[in-house]
T-cell receptor, first 115, second 116 residues
Framework: DTEVTQTPKHLVMGMTNKKSLKCEQH?????MYWYKQKAKKPPELMFV???????INESVPSRFSPECPNSSLLNLHLHALQPEDSALYLC??????????????FGSGTRLTVV | GNSVTQMEGPVTLSEEAFLTINCTYT??????LFWYVQYPGEGLQLLLK?????DKGSNKGFEATYRKETTSFHLEKGSVQVSDSAVYFC???????????????FGQGTILTVHP
């Protein structure tokens, strides 16, 4: 299995809703990432988990809350989002951070629309 | 800090034309270099990579050579197809002081459109 699977593929939510994005990989990767991507822009790093511990939070607003229940799963909990949070949310995984020769494997993303 | 600069797009070509997308970088340490491709409505796919100077990465007819002297990693393809239409991102991964967890730094992306 060489894939990163993200669900759902599309999500529409109101500003008062609570929802979660899910990400799963079975490649034995020990680093997992959440990225936000606006149209025709590069992905922006949000969070990094290394060995199931949060390693990097790129000053993301608290309405985004990541969780890593185990080495294969990564969640992003969403609450009280704003319309400007509408974007493609990408999950990625990689070999541990010290192995720089490996790229990331990206999922196909969740297209989030906040109304 | 680390940075990646790509040629500005969009790039529009006819089928079977030669493609070059320029990429230069600034990095501490000894970075690994990558090209990612994003087709419409999809996530990013690793296209090719190079991990040390003078390495050439290649895949699906695309090539890029890691040039340390010019800090460049230009993407080339001899004959593009309509199916190559996508956004191409140059990226690097460098251990900047051991605390970056091998963070991937992206260029701005280049939109390629190939017409029949």
């Amino acid at each position: 299995d060489t894939e990163v699977t993200q669900t759902p593929k599309h999500l529409v939510m109101g500003m008062t809703n609570k929802k979660s994005l899910k990400c799963e990989q079975h490649m034995g990767h020990r680093a997992m990432y959440w990225y936000k991507q606006k149209a025709k822009k590069p992905p922006e790093l949000m969070f990094v988990y290394s060995y199931e511990k949060l390693s990097i939070n790129e000053s993301v607003p608290s309405r985004f809350s990541p969780e890593c229940p185990n080495s294969s799963l990564l969640n992003l909990h969403l609450h009280a989002l704003q319309p400007e949070d509408s974007a493609l949310y990408l999950c990625a995984s990689s070999q541990e951070g010290s192995l720089l020769g490996y790229g990331y494997t990206f999922g196909s993303g969740t297209r989030l629309t906040v109304v | 800090g680390n940075s990646v600069t790509q040629m500005e797009g969009p790039v529009t070509l006819s089928e079977e034309a030669f493609l070059t997308i320029n990429c230069t970088y600034t990095a501490t340490g000894y970075p690994s270099l990558f090209w990612y491709v994003q087709y419409p409505g999809e996530g990013l796919q690793l296209l090719l990579k190079a991990t040390k100077a003078d390495d050439k990465g290649s895949n699906k007819g695309f090539e890029a050579t890691y040039r340390k002297e010019t800090t460049s990693f230009h993407l080339e393809k001899g004959s593009v197809q309509v199916s190559d239409s996508a956004v191409y991102f140059c990226a690097l991964r460098s251990d900047a002081g051991g605390t970056s967890y091998g963070k991937l730094t992206f260029g701005q992306g280049t939109i390629l459109t190939v017409h029949p």
